[in-house]
Structures are given as structure tokens and as C-alpha cells.
């Protein structure tokens, strides 16, 4: 031991020589560009957006837990058409994408989605004019061992597809206010198992539509930013209608259908 | 260059295993088993990651380890320490679940007789989270997470087994989904020294990664381990049983309560998340960064629930 120790100096030196040269490959990594102009140009083709207050977002500045980041969309603009929520670091940023019934009066909007690293979160709102409105938040990742991940698999599994309806009293008159939630492990396919470097294969829920009625309330197009157990809660304009109906769609074809009667407070 | 780093890694290796074990506390808490206290902190390069307790059983033919810490720096240090205070041969490394602090240094271990031994679900964790992990962690973690890899159980607990190190047998138990999908207890049945994992959190507020309703019936189910002292996951090495369990469970009751609540009266996520559990904030380190988080995930779970 002595011996090889009485040699250490320069050995050391050498090792801290070699680190020094990956030191400086590390400080040179360039930080992630911004996705966002790529993103702007391949789900808005570059059309002009304005930043102003006709739609508003609300998402938290750090997100406590990776997997279910909530998000609440406040849609403020007269002949709402659509609302997409992107999340520009994420693997699939495009988290949702909302097309609204023509008089289905939705003023908000509340999802939750997964977060995999600190990103910037958009959502722009579409009139039927075809006006663009946009706001952005930065959302600082969850830290610790929060992983955007199915926390029970197996519960995921064992209840798929099935649902639940809410009513809440609505602050807003002429309104009501419902929330749907869908059991699914909402599965990324992102996730390479680092033991059989095989990607874990997708499976999650890609389209849902909520009528009162016959009528479109909102319908959903979504990715696997969405959290497991889609869950949406929303306002909307009452139409008279007694029942409110749910279909959604999986990756894998299944398809889920439910209907509630709608209560009589609002 | 090449001989530049096969030298220095010569020397370094040559030089530094006995210091490698020096600055590394690990206690022997009762006759053959031993233990290592982890800071009470979230993981970092300045902590190589040693924020977990760790320990090890040593019977008369071989040795279990039970979790190897949060890198693979911290792993060394603990082989190197164990191997001064315990001279027979490493036969399995037991992970508790399947978070970095716990799993990180597994790479240390690694030699052709030693099995890793793991819950039924530990593989399927690892597959789902272990690419996400070594990721995210660089940040925090910064040059203390170089070597780490991810290390799955060959061995896996469907509901209990027990292995004999010779002479002395412990008894590992594989739970329902609580503090996480993959939680796995390790039982010292000559001793009475159970290793919770991180079923039990003394001083770090519990962290709920699973199920709330499940992590406090387990909390309950645990209490009839006929156990006399316990290594919590995360706070002091030892602690008394099954008064250690007080804290935890009045923690998780006060958030499953509060966040029924909030659920009964409509409040959304964002807004509950911020007040349920508030009450316990002084009793715990921590808090701040997980008891949000907690909430999040536990009023996603009970709203199930709600009528």
C-alpha cells in the first residue's frame, strides 16, 4: 500500500486531468433549445397569435407531483372554438387539444397533465373567426423521486375504463358545473426498461366527447401528457337536457361509454 | 490518454478503498446486524445521494445487504465498510422499493454470487422509472450519479420468503401497494430487528409515491410484526416497536381526513393540495417538499371515493 501510495501525487494528477477534460465537455452541452417555434409551426402553422387576456392559464410554478400537475385552462374569448394545452419539454407536448359545441358556454377548463422537466406550458384558445390566443407559464419540475409514472399499476389495470361523474355548484350563473373522471394507466410508452431496452408499449386514452343530450359539450383529442385517470372538470351552459353522456377512446380500440342523469341544483 | 485513466483508476482504487470506508458510519445495532443512518435531506452531489438508512444481517455462512444507497459512490463506501466489519461472503442484496436512494449503489454489489432479491413488482418499477431517474437526478445529482445503472431483482417476494444466511433466517414480506407499488420489509427473527424500508419515516414526512389508503393500512398491518426494534427508511437508525409507527399514522389519518374533506365540500386539486395536512407541518423535516405533493396524489386516490 505504501508503495503504490507514494506514487499517488502524480497519478492523481493524471486522474484529475482526464475528469478536467470531461468537466469541460459537460459545461459545453448546450441547454435544451426552445421547442416552442417548432411546436407553433406544426400545430398552428406559424399563424400569428396574440398574448392577451382572452384566455388565461393557471398551473402551479413548481409541480409537486410530476405525474399529476394540474392545469386549468380559463376560456374567456366570445365564439370559443378550441383550446390546446401544450407542454413544450414533455416527450408529447401536445398534452390536449379541446373543440368546444357551438353553444356549450365552457368558461374553464381543468386537467391534469405529467411534467417531465422544467418547461414553459402553453394554451391557445381558437375563435370561430380563427383568431389565435395564447399565454404561456413556466412550471418547474417536480423534484425527489416524483416520476411522471403509473403509481399502482395493477389498480390501473384492474379498473380500465371505468368512470365517474360530479356535479359542483357553479359560481357562475347560468352555468353548471361537472367534472368526468376515466380510469386508464394512460401508459406513455416513453419509458425504455433499462433491463430489455425495449420501450414499454403505449396505451392510453386519445379521444373523449361529452354531450348534455345529443349535444357536443366539449371533445378531447390527447396524448400521453395527459395524467393516468384523465380527469376533466369543466362549466357549461345548461341546454335542458336530462342525461350527460361520455365516450371515450383508447389506443388499443377499446372503447368506453357512460351516461349519468344530470341533477337538479346547479 | 487510455493509460492516463486505467493508471489513475489503478491508483485511485489501489489508494483510496480503505478511506472509502472511514468516512462511512455503519453501526452494529444488535448482535450480526447492522445499520447506516442517512441524512435527512433530499439527494445531492454534496451528499452523494446518502439521504437513506441502509443495512446489513450477517449469519454464520453469509451476509444480506438491505438497500445499497443513492449512488454508486455511496454504495462502495458501504461495501467497504461492511466488508471491514463483516468477514463472510455477500450472498443477496435485498432493495426495499424501487426509489434512488434506496437502489442507486446496487452497481457496487454486483459479483457473480450475489443475488438481488426484490418485491414482485420491483422489476416492473425499475422498468417504468429507472430510465426517467438517471435522468432527472443529473441535475441534482451532478458527477456523484457517474457509474450508477439500474440493477433488477433475479429474486422476487410474492408474499413472504424467508433465506437462510446460515444459522440465521430473516423473513422478507412483500406488501399491497402503500408508499410505493414495489415496498418490501426484511425481518431478523433472531434479533427481532425489523428493516421497514420506507414504510416508516421517522423526522422526513412520509412520502406517498403508491397509495394513501393502502400506505396506512399497511402502517396497521405492520404493527403485528413481532418485532422489538426497527430501522425506519428515512430518520434515526433505530427506533423502538411499535411506537415508531405512531408519528407516520397520525400524519397519514390527519391528510386522509383532510383531504376527504375537501373533497366533500368540491374544492378542486390545486386548491386542497395546498391546505390538507397543514396542521402536521411542525412535527416533521421536509415537509415543504413532499406534503404538497402527498396531497396531490392523495385527493387524485380518494376522490374516487367521494360520493
Known amino acids: 500500500m505504501t508503495k503504490s501510495c507514494s506514487r499517488r501525487g502524480p497519478g492523481v494528477a493524471a486522474f484529475l486531468v482526464c475528469l478536467g477534460f470531461w468537466s469541460v465537455a459537460v459545461a459545453q452541452t448546450p441547454a435544451p433549445p426552445d421547442p416552442w417555434p417548432d411546436l407553433a409551426r406544426d400545430l398552428f402553422q406559424s399563424r400569428p397569435m396574440a398574448m392577451d387576456e382572452a384566455v388565461a392559464l393557471e398551473a402551479p410554478t413548481r409541480a409537486e407531483d410530476a405525474a399529476i400537475v394540474p392545469m386549468t385552462l380559463h376560456l374567456k374569448a366570445a365564439g370559443l372554438r ?91 350563473a347560468g352555468r353548471r358545473e361537472a367534472q368526468i373522471m376515466i380510469r386508464h394507466p394512460n401508459n406513455s410508452g416513453m419509458q425504455m426498461d433499462q433491463l430489455t431496452h425495449l420501450y414499454i408499449p403505449a396505451h392510453y386514452i386519445d379521444k373523449v366527447e361529452v354531450r348534455q343530450g345529443g349535444d357536443l359539450i366539449f371533445s378531447m383529442e390527447g396524448g400521453i401528457s395527459l395524467s393516468e385517470d384523465p380527469n376533466f372538470r369543466f362549466s357549461y351552459a345548461p341546454n335542458g337536457a336530462k342525461t350527460i353522456t361520455v365516450e371515450a377512446h383508447d389506443t388499443k380500440g377499446n372503447v368506453f361509454k357512460q351516461e349519468w342523469p344530470i341533477g337538479e341544483a346547479s | ?209 403508491g397509495s394513501l389508503l393502502g400506505f396506512l393500512d399497511v402502517a396497521e398491518q405492520l404493527a403485528k410484526i413481532p418485532a422489538t426494534r426497527v430501522v425506519p427508511g428515512h430518520g434515526p437508525m433505530v427506533a423502538p416497536w411499535p411506537k415508531a409507527l405512531d408519528d407516520e399514522r397520525a400524519y397519514l389519518t390527519r391528510l386522509t381526513s383532510d383531504l376527504r374533506a375537501a373533497i366533500k365540500k368540491g374544492d378542486n386539486v390545486a386548491d386542497a393540495a395546498r391546505v390538507a395536512g397543514q396542521s402536521e407541518r411542525g412535527g416533521w423535516r421536509l415537509f415543504d417538499d413532499y406534503n404538497g405533493r402527498n396531497a396531490t396524489a392523495g385527493f387524485a386516490e380518494l376522490e374516487w371515493d367521494a360520493p
Open chain 1, 82 to 172: 378550441q383550446a390546446t394545452l401544450v407542454i413544450d419539454q414533455n416527450p408529447m407536448p401536445m398534452a390536449a387539444a379541446f373543440t368546444f359545441g357551438e353553444n356549450a358556454g365552457v368558461t374553464f377548463m381543468s386537467t391534469r397533465v405529467r411534467v417531465n422537466s422544467y418547461t414553459n406550458v402553453h394554451v391557445v384558445e381558437e375563435t370561430g373567426d380563427g383568431a389565435l390566443h395564447a399565454q404561456v407559464k413556466f412550471v418547474k419540475a417536480a423534484g425527489g423521486c416524483s416520476a411522471p409514472a403509473v403509481k399502482n399499476l395493477d389498480e390501473a389495470a384492474a379498473h380500465l375504463g371505468q368512470m365517474k361523474y360530479r356535479e359542483f355548484k357553479s359560481v357562475e
Open chain 2, 1 to 209: 490518454m487510455v493509460r492516463c485513466v486505467i493508471l489513475a483508476l489503478f491508483l485511485s482504487l489501489s489508494c483510496t478503498k480503505p478511506s472509502l470506508a472511514e468516512g462511512f458510519s455503519l453501526e452494529e445495532i444488535a448482535p450480526g446486524v447492522f445499520a447506516h443512518q442517512g441524512q435527512t435531506a433530499l439527494m445531492n452531489g454534496g451528499n452523494i445521494g446518502d439521504i437513506a438508512n441502509l443495512g446489513a444481517i450477517v449469519g454464520d455462512d453469509a451476509v444480506a445487504v438491505i438497500d445499497t444507497g443513492g449512488s454508486l459512490i455511496e454504495g462502495r463506501q458501504f461495501l467497504a465498510a461492511l466488508q471491514q466489519k463483516a468477514a463472510k461472503p455477500i450472498r443477496y442484496v435485498i432493495n426495499t422499493h424501487a426509489h434512488p436512494d434506496h437502489i442507486f449503489g446496487n452497481g457496487a454489489f454486483v459479483a457473480p454470487d450475489v443475488t438481488f432479491v426484490g418485491h414482485r413488482n420491483l422489476p416492473r418499477a425499475l422498468a417504468a422509472r429507472g430510465q426517467f431517474y438517471l435522468e432527472s437526478f443529473r441535475a441534482a445529482m451532478g458527477e456523484a450519479l457517474d457509474g450508477v445503472t439500474i440493477v433488477a431483482p433475479t429474486l422476487t417476494v410474492d408474499e413472504t420468503m424467508t433465506l437462510d444466511m446460515g444459522g440465521r433466517k430473516i423473513v422478507l414480506t412483500a406488501w399491497r401497494t402503500s408508499h410505493s407499488d414495489c415496498d418490501l420489509t426484511v425481518l431478523d427473527q433472531r434479533t427481532g430487528t425489523l428493516f421497514a424500508g420506507d414504510l416508516l419515516f421517522l423526522q422526513h414526512v412520509p412520502v406517498v409515491d
